[in-house]
């Protein structure tokens, strides 16, 4: 038997997705480079074909979606798509605090295996306090246990902010009840981060931190647009 391939070895490049928000817009400007041939997109997360939207120049999104990008040339293979999710923010209003204390109230459980962030959800603390530090300090025993943060984060100024959580093993970080950070799961020290739009004020913050076993560490910080990344300092955190 013989096979025939056509076009081998010619086809266009995938192509690069590129997002901004400039001057502290909700929308996404977005750009999409390729390599001369004709590039369509789709926003719900479709595959793109010659009926879908021509790039033609950058653009902003209106709405959260998931941007999907495919290159058409004139001979040889379509390309492959290129996917990224693309936000559009809200700005969050403060929240009115009538006294606010120092620290955050923690939470810190010793459940039985397998443990996980949904420990909590069958398990009473055994301890509970406040505190200025959000870390793994606070734990009773080496291994296996669950430590949750709830308060308030007082923000200085308007505009984006980035949020990190770098654990071992999972955690999760909210800002008025929005997941910001994602980093569950069984692991390493992992660090992943989320942005938000934040009027200066104060904002719910809320960590969850778990170890399964072994050694196990948390460190969260935050970044403003423009400005320098920090752990958490414990003036901003109150109750």
Known sequence: ????INN???FAHKPKLKYAYKNNSVKPLVTIEGDGAAIHYTLDGSEPTLQSPLYLKPFEVEKTGTLIAKAFPTSGLNSATATEKVVRYEWLKPWNVASPQ???IYNYYEPADPVSLESINNNKAIKTGTTSVISNSLRQRAEK???TFDGYIKITKDGFHTFFTDSDDGSKLFIDDNEVVNNDGNHGNTE???RILLRKGFHKIKVLFFDGAGNNSLNVSM???GGKKVIIPGDVLFH
């Open 1 to 4: 038997y013989v096979v025939k």
């Open 8 to 10: 081998y070895g010619k």
């Open 102 to 104: 120092p620290g955050l």
């Open 145 to 147: 246990f669950v430590l």
């Open 192 to 194: 992943k981060s989320g």
């Open 223 to 225: 970044q403003p647009d």
